[in-house]
């Protein structure tokens, strides 16, 4: 037995049960989801390598929706206010993610087929390996999706990677709502007392 390797996953185990913990407790203390989001990627990071990483979420049940955290190296990240169309999941990885509500994996060899096939598949510059979870509600419905990717040529996600990833997406899916429903709460609840008044 490797005591080495059995040292190191029982850490990384640990880490995530903190990354967790973590994400949970950012969530219940917080009214503003623009603070949220670098939060939540700064927890990420500690897990797995996800220096570029966005949020994408849906505007309530339209086809539109906006990239309201973006972190790239490679492209200039997109405007949290602008409101993008959500085009058909053969146009968009990130589209096809919220529209199936399942995860994807793509690799540089993926988009290389579609490129000989003509297709065009996303705007920005390919990933080596890009990695999108579906963000799912309480009810089952998909609100959104997280994605993390790499550019270094010749590197992927490990399958333990991916099940991490998975693993995460639905915290951060849970953290998301909560702190909208809380936002969402206080602001009635200030209406109300202005009324009243």
């Not at 603070?35 to 539109?64: S, T, W």
């Not at 990717?149 to 010749?154: A, L, M, P």
Request: overall charge negative; charged content about 25%.
């Amino acid at each position: 037995m490797n005591t080495g390797a059995s040292a190191d996953r029982l850490v990384r185990l640990e880490t995530v049960l903190s990354v967790v913990l973590d994400i949970s407790r950012r969530s219940a203390g917080c009214r503003d989801l623009n603070a949220f989001f670098p939060a939540v990627h700064a927890e990420v990071c500690r897990i797995m390598y996800a220096r570029n990483f966005y949020i994408a979420l849906r505007e309530g049940k339209q086809d539109i929706f906006r990239y309201v955290y973006d972190i790239d190296e490679k492209d200039i990240p997109l405007n949290s206010d602008e409101l993008v169309p959500l085009l058909s999941g053969d146009k968009s990885p990130t589209a096809w993610v919220i529209h199936s509500g399942k995860p994807l994996s793509v690799t540089a060899e993926d988009f290389a087929e579609r490129e000989a096939a003509g297709q065009d598949w996303g705007n920005g510059t390919n990933a080596e390996h890009w990695l999108g979870m579906p963000l799912i509600d309480g009810d089952g419905n998909t609100f959104g999706a997280v994605v993390i990717q790499i550019y270094t040529h010749g590197s992927r996600y490990s399958d333990e990677d991916i099940a991490l990833f998975e693993l995460i997406s639905h915290h951060i899916a849970h953290a998301i709502e909560q702190v909208q429903f809380t936002s969402r709460l206080e602001r009635a609840i200030a209406d109300r007392t202005q009324s009243l008044a």
